[in-house]
Structure formats: structure tokens, C-alpha cells
């Protein structure tokens, strides 16, 4: 099992900045990628940016150049930078963390851009 906790979230106006983390705790040393998603309300849910054991990234089209993934491996933690953020971005933010066998994913924080 592993649980993951996300914090961050908030209300920002256009083209401020915020910081997700996510926090895991449980059987992380068979994690193999983390990955931040989000939801916006009537929309399915969509991969934001990922990052692997390795290091390498992922980013969405529509994120790349303005959000950037992180991790902290003695701090068992990932983050999301978020900069030049647009009314557009606002949605729940979810903290996945796959493995080989299973995934599991975090409670949400939402994150709200005003025009």
C-alpha cells in the first residue's frame, strides 16, 4: 500500500505561481513513476506532468515551459511547480504513483486561477 498526500492548492490570479507537493508514505521503494493529473469540472481527468526513478519527464502540451516536476527522493516527496498560471489550468490536482502491479492515487487539491 501507499498513501499519498497532496498539499498546495490554493486561489491565485492569472499568471501567479504555486507549488504542489505530494507527500507518500507506505511501500514506496517499488514506485516507479509519479505523476501529477488534474480534473476540471465536465472534463475527463488528464496527465499533467510525470516523472520517473530515473529522473526523466513528461510534460503535457499544454504545461510545457510553465510547470515543472520534481522530486525529493529523502523527503519521499514530488513536486509541481506551477508558473504562468491561466484560468485554464484550474481543475483538482491528483498525485498518482505507479507501480509494476498497481497505482494509487492521492485525495486531490484544487487549484483555482482567476482572470
Known amino acids: 500500500q501507499v498513501q499519498l498526500v497532496e498539499s498546495g492548492g490554493g486561489l491565485v490570479q492569472a499568471g501567479g505561481s504555486l507549488r504542489l507537493s505530494c507527500a507518500a508514505s507506505?511501500?514506496?521503494?517499488?514506485?516507479?513513476?509519479m505523476g501529477w493529473y488534474r480534473q476540471a469540472p465536465g472534463k475527463e481527468r488528464e496527465l499533467v506532468a510525470a516523472?520517473?526513478?530515473?529522473?526523466?519527464?513528461y510534460y503535457a502540451d499544454s504545461v510545457k515551459g510553465r510547470f515543472t516536476i520534481s522530486r525529493d527522493n529523502a523527503k519521499n516527496t514530488v513536486y509541481l511547480q506551477m508558473n504562468s498560471l491561466k484560468p485554464e489550468d484550474t481543475a483538482v490536482y491528483y498525485c498518482k504513483a505507479s507501480r509494476r502491479s498497481d497505482s494509487y492515487w492521492g485525495q486531490g487539491t484544487q487549484v483555482t486561477v482567476s482572470s
Open positions: 507506505g511501500s514506496i521503494f517499488s514506485i516507479n513513476v
Open positions: 516523472i520517473s526513478n530515473s529522473g526523466r519527464t
